[in-house]
Nanobody, 121 residues
Framework: QVQLVESGGGLVQAGGSLRLSCAAS????????SAWFRRAPGKEREFVAA????????DYGDSAKGRFTIYRVNAKNMMYLQMNSLTPEDTAVYYC??????????????WGQGTQVTVTT
C-alpha cells in the first residue's frame, strides 16, 4: 500500500503562489492515479486536480482551472500542485490522494494527512 505525505503549505498573500508536494512511499507510484482535494472550514471536500498514472492526462476542478497545475515525477515518487493567483477562497487543508482500483477521477483509496494553505488579503 502506498503512503502519502504532503508538504509545501503555508501562509501566502492573495495573488501569490505556492507549490504543494506529495511524497509517495510503500508502493510503485506509477501504478496509481493521483489527485489533490481540499477542504475549507465548514465546507465539503472539493476536488482540485487529478493526474493519470503516467502523467499524460489531467483534470481540474472549476476552481483550479487556469490557475493551478498538477504534475508528477514518477522517478522520484512525487506529485506536485503549482498554485498561482491565490485568493482567500483557496484557504483550505489540501490532501494528496492515490488509487489504482477505481475508474474516473473522483474515487481514491489512499490519502495523506493534509497540508494547510492560508491565503490572506
Amino acid at each position: 500500500q502506498v503512503q502519502l505525505v504532503e508538504s509545501g503549505g503555508g501562509l501566502v498573500q492573495a495573488g501569490g503562489s505556492l507549490r504543494l508536494s506529495c511524497a509517495a512511499s510503500g508502493g510503485t507510484f506509477s501504478y496509481y492515479k493521483s489527485a489533490w482535494f481540499r477542504r475549507a472550514p465548514g465546507k465539503e471536500r472539493e476536488f482540485v486536480a487529478a493526474i493519470s498514472r503516467s502523467g499524460d492526462s489531467t483534470d481540474y476542478g472549476d476552481s483550479a482551472k487556469g490557475r493551478f497545475t498538477i504534475y508528477r515525477v514518477n522517478a522520484k515518487n512525487m506529485m506536485y500542485l503549482q498554485m498561482n493567483s491565490l485568493t482567500p477562497e483557496d484557504t483550505a487543508v489540501y490532501y494528496c490522494a492515490a488509487d489504482r482500483d477505481h475508474t474516473g477521477w473522483l474515487e481514491y483509496n489512499f490519502w495523506g494527512q493534509g497540508t494547510q494553505v492560508t491565503v490572506t488579503t
